[in-house]
């Protein structure tokens, strides 16, 4: 038996990360993975049944990853502000610092993969983020709504100044780089949209 090369592993995984980040699942290959991660192809069918499983594992440790930074220091039991604001910060450091992975994540997520992998973090979110939106209602600071619509309102504004980052530039062009101030100003005005 051959024990787990956590090198090879690791190098296996980042390349698949950087090659789906790049080129999209279309492009992406067993062969191709293998050449870019130093390895045989043989060795990627040591660690993995196949591609599908390769791509799956991937996105489940990925989206752990995510999970868990979204919610470090965060309680359930926060007023409404003050998780919003520590899930802000998270989530921003994450893309900030993982961008890569974060693109990755947003490939399967539109993709055949999308189900197995969101599987896995949906029940971590539902009992925190749940738990903790059911609080905000029931101590009066934000209305029942649909999550759906929390989602939107909450969260899609901190996820476009960051693609604005990522792409360096504003929607009309001119050069934009993500910032505390800049956060905290559209926080503010998400805040004041959610909160009774």
């Not at 060795?43 to 470090?72: A, F, H, P």
């Not at 539902?126 to 905000?136: D, F, K, P």
Request: one cysteine or more; a positive charge; proline letters at 2%.
């Amino acid at each position: 038996m051959r024990y787990r090369d956590e090198n090879k592993v690791q190098a296996i995984r980042e390349s698949a990360i950087d090659m789906v980040a790049k080129e999209g699942l279309e492009n992406f290959g067993i062969n191709r993975l293998a050449k870019a991660a130093g390895v045989s192809p043989a060795t990627i069918y040591i660690y993995y049944k196949d591609k599908e499983d390769l791509l799956t594992s991937i996105s489940v440790e990925e989206g752990m990853k995510m999970t868990r930074s979204t919610l470090k220091g965060f309680s359930p039991d926060m007023s409404f502000r003050e998780g919003l604001w520590i899930q802000w910060k998270n989530r921003a450091e994450y893309a900030l610092d993982n961008h890569k992975s974060a693109v990755f994540f947003e490939q399967l997520r539109n993709s055949a993969y999308r189900d197995k992998m969101m599987e896995c973090i949906r029940e971590e979110f539902r009992q925190s983020l749940g738990t903790y939106v059911e609080n905000a209602v029931k101590r009066g600071e934000i209305n029942r709504m649909s999550i759906e619509v929390y989602w939107s309102v909450a969260f899609a504004p901190l996820y476009s100044l960051i693609k604005f980052h990522h792409e360096g530039q504003n929607i009309d062009g001119r050069k934009f780089m993500f910032t505390e101030a800049i956060m905290k100003e559209a926080f503010e005005c998400v805040v004041k949209g959610l909160l009774k």
